[in-house]
Each structure stands twice: as structure tokens, then as C-alpha cells.
């Protein structure tokens, strides 16, 4: 064909199997089981997810720290790096809570139909990065769009990682 579009980023596509895609899987899995087995998820939900409430006092704690542990004020480190750990296990959770069973298991079959292939065209220290990214980078934009709309509501679920793949699979798609 003379008029196609050759790509011009290419990653050798390795036939290993996708470990950390069926990580992603157990990592829903295991965040649902952990949700269904305490009695009420939503209360579950509300006090280990993105809950709008505490983390604009989360941010607001990072925002003061930050200055001051580049300041060098005795102790803010410890306190900044306490408060980033925090902001990462909620991220964490956030990422991979799901309200019921036919929620969990709908995630479960997207995180592997597009990691598994996108694993397989990055490499492992690609697809995890990528990984980490999206669980990441997407949540003080939903603090900053919340808190410009007001209003107290808990978010969770996979929504930025399966676009975020779902985004990797159309830029390095499958040959």
C-alpha cells in the first residue's frame, strides 16, 4: 500500500506471558474481596477511597510540607513522606475498588483483554510504569474538579487505568 502510515515508534512484541496484567486481575479481585467482607462496602468505600472531603485536607497538608521540608524544617519529612504514602494507598484503592461482583469481574476481564496485549507490546518495565502513571498523575485532577464544583462524593474504579490502556492500545496497536 502506498498512501499507509508507518509507525514510527516500534517495540519488539515479546511472547511472554502477561504477569503483571494477571497481577492487575488479583489486585481487583483482592480489593473487592477486601470491600465484600467487612460488612458494609460502601462504608468500605467512603473510608478508603478518593473521598473528596479528606483528601482537600491531604493536599492541603502536602502543600504545606512541601515548602517546608525543602526549607529544612526538622521533622517535615518525615511528615511529607507519611502524607505522600497516604495519598499512594488511596490512589491504590481508588484504582481498584468496585462497588459489586458484576462491577469487579467487568474490571477484571478489561484490565487483562487490554493489558495483556499492551503488556506483551511494551515489556514489563514499560507497562508498569505506564501503570503506575495512571494510578497516579489522574487524582489531584479529580480533587481540583471536584473541589471546583463543590459538593462531598466518594470516587473509585478503574475508569483512568482501562483508558489509559485502552488509550496504549490505540497508539501501540497490535500488528
Excluded at 474481596?33 to 458494609?40: E, K, N
Excluded at 476481564?109 to 508498569?128: C, D, I, K, M
Aim: hydrophobic content about 50%; charged content about 10%.
Amino acid at each position: 500500500m502506498t498512501g499507509s502510515i508507518a509507525p514510527k515508534i516500534k517495540f519488539e512484541q515479546k511472547q511472554a506471558p502477561p504477569v503483571l496484567s494477571f497481577m492487575l486481575v488479583l489486585l481487583c479481585a483482592i480489593v473487592y474481596i477486601q470491600s465484600a467482607t467487612v460488612g458494609s462496602t460502601q462504608q468500605w468505600l467512603i473510608s478508603h477511597c478518593f473521598a473528596i472531603g479528606p483528601m482537600k485536607e491531604l493536599f492541603a497538608n502536602l502543600q504545606a510540607l512541601l515548602p517546608a521540608t525543602l526549607g529544612g524544617r526538622a521533622g517535615a519529612m518525615d511528615l511529607l513522606i507519611k502524607s505522600i504514602t497516604e495519598f499512594c494507598t488511596v490512589a491504590f484503592y481508588a484504582t481498584f475498588a468496585s462497588a459489586d461482583k458484576t462491577w469487579a469481574m467487568g474490571n477484571c476481564y478489561f484490565l487483562y483483554v487490554f493489558g495483556a496485549g499492551n503488556e506483551q507490546r511494551l515489556g514489563p518495565p514499560r507497562y508498569l510504569l505506564l501503570i503506575l502513571f495512571s494510578m497516579l498523575v489522574p487524582w489531584p485532577f479529580v480533587l481540583f474538579e471536584a473541589g471546583r464544583i463543590g459538593g462531598e462524593a466518594v470516587y473509585f474504579g478503574p475508569f483512568f487505568l482501562l483508558c489509559t490502556l485502552l488509550g496504549a492500545t490505540f497508539v501501540f496497536p497490535p500488528e
